[in-house]
């Protein structure tokens, strides 16, 4: 693999351009082309970041001979067809979390990029995020003895995108776009070595009715073979600004950490322009976040897919990740109907191979 790792963007939203902020100070990748279903969103994208070649066609950018990695930030109902036109052309990939809507499509994924052979990267922000990763080593060298149980919890006050809030095209609603990550920080943290087997879920449309059919709030229990208990919210309605919060409780101590604390605050009358995802607020007592990209795990992980890129190594996120997480939101979804406790199924050779 050449020094330089040459990147492919399917989107030109929300999310790849925070993408383009996380690779921004990673050395040695270079985004050279972008794709948008509208031509006018991938020119400005492409003017925006400096982006030399743009697409209307998945196909067109997955073809590129110069491309080596495609990034998928789409929505995730474009997930399914752009991991295989992207693992066809034989190209690296990274996906945006949630992999996919459910199970089923996940697994879909997970087979077209073994089949292909290709590099997978699942792009979980949380488990890159620098104080989520220095909380798992201090785990690994036992500063807290052992794990008992986490709570984490990801809120905001609604997404800001149209095809959020249909949930047949998303999947579902707050758990699907939130709790994808309390689902995978609880793996990480706990070690995925150590597997959920079933959980007991309540999610419910408090807020957003004219807006949307999905969940706005969620909570789920993960129980893992062990018995040991992560709690999971998710939630659309949290006013201020993001959240987002894990609580580790060991035998010998806790952790937590609270990843858009910032040290900075400011009372001001007149707007300063972006201060944060979801800020809710322009004016009056104002929190703003340096360097989002990092602080969130964008940078990070970004860092993390190009090395392994270069290198030829596999992430320690990949499909497979994915594919667990969908299908533990799965049985989430079963019992947020049932109302009792649902096992979590899988298919064992995508999920161990």
Known sequence: MAETVTIGMLGSGFVADFYMAGLRDVPGARVIANYSRSESR??????????????????????????????????NHMHVEATRKAAGARKAIVCTKPLARNGD????????????????????????????MRTRTMIESGAVGDV??????????????????DADMAGG???????????????????????????????AT???????????????????EDGRMSIAEASWTAKGGME????????????????????????????????????????GWVFPIQDEARVYGYQEEMRHFVECCRSGSEPRETFKDGYVVNCVMDAAYRSMKSGHWEPVKMDAALAGG
């Open 173 to 203: 609603g707050a758990l699907l776009d939130m709790g994808c990550h309390t689902i995978e920080a609880a793996r990480y943290l706990f070690g995925k070595d150590h597997k959920i087997r079933d959980v007991f879920a309540w999610g």
């Open 244 to 283: 987002l919060r894990n609580e580790i409780y060991g035998t010998r101590g806790r952790i937590v950490t609270d990843t858009t604390s910032t040290s900075m605050k400011a009372f001001i009358q007149e707007s300063a322009g972006y201060l944060m995802e979801k800020a809710d607020a322009e004016t």
């Open 148 to 165: 008992l149980t986490i709570r984490s919890r990801e809120g905001h006050s609604g997404p800001h995108a149209p095809h959020f809030w």
């Open 105 to 132: 499509e996940a697994a879909e994924m997970v087979r077209a990029v073994r089949a292909a052979g290709v590099m997978n990267g699942y792009a979980e922000t949380e488990v890159f995020s620098p104080d989520v």
């Open 42 to 75: 991938a020119a400005d994208f492409g003017r925006q970041h400096s982006v030399k070649k743009q697409y209307d066609s998945i196909e067109g950018l997955c073809a590129d001979p110069e491309v080596q990695l495609v990034v998928i930030a789409l929505p």
């Open 206 to 224: 408090l807020m957003h009715r004219d807006k949307t059919k999905a969940e706005d709030n969620a909570v789920v229990l993960l129980r893992l």
